[in-house]
């Protein structure tokens, strides 16, 4: 008997869509991604970022947790 494991594709979002979720410019994700606060996933010949909805959306989450303006604390 095989076990089948069915693996379930993540929905990925662009730089600018991540950035519109989190109501910040798209440097800003590049930067956190460069920090390692994001994930990446590299993809295409010129490894354009892309970020899984459901990290995009747990960071919103710590985001609106914290008080005050995300830009000027660490995340």
Known sequence: MVTQIKM????????????????????TIR?????????????GPRADRRFTE?????????IHQQSGDVRNHSI
Do not use: C, D, M, Y
């Open 54 to 62: 459901s990290e995009i959306f747990a960071l919103n989450n710590r």
């Open 8 to 27: 379930t594709n993540p929905k990925l979002l662009t730089t600018r869509q991540a950035a519109e979720i989190l109501n910040v410019h798209e440097n």
């Open 31 to 43: 930067r956190w991604s460069e920090k390692g606060i994001i994930k990446p996933f590299r993809i």
